[in-house]
């Protein structure tokens, strides 16, 4: 795990993290299948599971190399770089796609969930009643969280430190988005839109060197609601680092099948026939959020008219999107031969 990494390496592993990050943005869309994929899970589940008491006392000690070395920090490194690179610039292009071209962004998602289904589960040849019973477990609570209704925004900070936990839960499990995670808890405005801008707004007034946000009690209880869910997130992430590293060492087999399981329940979300259903006032107006844009509370979905060219050409981007797992299948094949 801590082998030296060639050039090509590192390369492909930044835009591991690009593709990670762009896929965390999306409701419906977990990262945790991009590395599960990809081939990195397990590894970036033993990274993040090295930070605990003893990274932190190499820390403390000024061991900063030994500390480099014992979390594997030049993988998590790169792969959180390509994340943060993804968020300001991948993501932000994602988004375009979704306001312009909806459907045919969540045919493209929709048909490479359905590729790492088949990605995932062709080489799984440990089908008993242990594991067919752990998928189905799998399959049942991907399709629960598929059509359960959201909360209310809710600002208490408790709570706020749990959503931090469970959010961060799409960057570990495969199958389980974050951020719908979000929108189901009913706090997914306040936590990755309102919070984010609020943070971007004082760091543009600090570096103009205004420190008015100082006496903006509601601009400081946004950055307090962010730094509680970050911190939640961080605890999340160690946290389930540590206990899917357990679950993965001794029951291997029975976590993939439950991942399989929910990666196909979870396919309910990214359904590309949709309606958004927007939060709306008493007078039947949609309620927008602090980007001018509308409070999304679930979708309605609903089976296409195979009449229409729109609805055909997402029939292409399900195709395009199953092609892309086929290629990463096949290129994996080819460099074990050439090895």
């Known amino acids: 795990m801590n082998e030296p990494r060639s050039f090509t390496d590192k390369f492909f592993l930044v835009v591991k993290g690009l593709c990670m990050g762009a896929a965390n943005k999306v409701p419906g869309v977990s990262g945790g299948i991009v590395a599960f994929v990809g081939g990195f899970y397990e590894e970036f589940i033993y990274s993040l599971q090295k930070i605990n008491a003893k990274a932190f006392k190499l820390l403390i000690n000024g061991r900063l190399k030994s500390f480099y070395r014992y979390i594997n920090g030049s993988f998590l490194t790169l792969l959180i770089f390509g994340m943060l690179v993804s968020y300001f610039s991948i993501s932000k292009?994602?988004?375009?796609?979704?306001?312009?071209?909806?459907?045919?962004?969540?045919?493209?998602?929709?048909?490479?969930?359905?590729?790492?289904?088949?990605?995932?589960?062709?080489?799984?040849?440990?089908?008993?009643?242990?594991?067919?019973?752990?998928?189905?477990?799998?399959?049942?609570?991907?399709?629960?969280?598929?059509?359960?209704?959201?909360?209310?925004?809710?600002?208490?900070?408790?709570?706020?430190?749990?959503?931090?936990?469970?959010?961060?839960?799409?960057?570990?499990?495969?199958?389980?988005?974050?951020?719908?995670?979000?929108?189901?808890?009913?706090?997914?405005?306040?936590?990755?839109?309102?919070?984010?801008?609020?943070?971007?707004?004082?760091?543009?007034?600090?570096?103009?060197?205004?420190?008015?946000?100082?006496?903006?009690?509601?601009?400081?209880?946004?950055?307090?609601?962010?730094?509680?869910?970050?911190?939640?997130?961080?605890?999340?992430?160690?946290?389930?680092?540590?206990?899917?590293?357990?679950?993965?060492?001794?029951?291997?087999?029975?976590?993939?099948?439950?991942?399989?399981?929910?990666?196909?329940?979870?396919?309910g979300v990214v359904w590309p026939w949709k309606k958004t259903i927007f939060k709306t006032g008493i007078d039947g107006e949609t309620i927008l959020d602090s980007n001018g844009k509308g409070i999304i509370m679930n979708y309605e979905r609903f089976l296409p008219d195979m009449t229409t060219v729109e609805n055909w050409t997402a029939i292409f981007f399900i195709i395009f999107g199953i092609s892309i797992l086929l290629l990463l299948d096949w290129y994996g094949k080819n460099r074990k031969t050439e090895s």
């Open 93 to 267: 292009i994602l988004d375009y796609f979704l306001e312009t071209h909806e459907l045919y962004v969540w045919s493209a998602f929709f048909g490479m969930i359905l590729g790492s289904i088949y990605y995932i589960g062709k080489d799984f040849d440990y089908w008993k009643k242990k594991t067919f019973t752990a998928a189905i477990i799998g399959l049942s609570v991907g399709v629960a969280i598929s059509f359960l209704s959201p909360a209310k925004e809710n600002d208490n900070l408790l709570f706020i430190f749990l959503c931090g936990i469970i959010s961060v839960s799409g960057m570990t499990l495969p199958g389980l988005s974050g951020s719908f995670i979000l929108i189901l808890l009913g706090n997914y405005v306040l936590l990755l839109v309102d919070s984010v801008n609020a943070l971007y707004d004082t760091f543009s007034e600090l570096l103009m060197g205004d420190f008015s946000f100082t006496s903006n009690t509601e601009r400081l209880h946004t950055l307090q609601i962010l730094a509680v869910f970050t911190l939640g997130s961080a605890t999340g992430l160690v946290t389930l680092s540590h206990v899917l590293t357990f679950v993965l060492k001794h029951y291997k087999h029975v976590t993939t099948a439950t991942i399989l399981g929910f990666i196909t329940g979870s396919l």
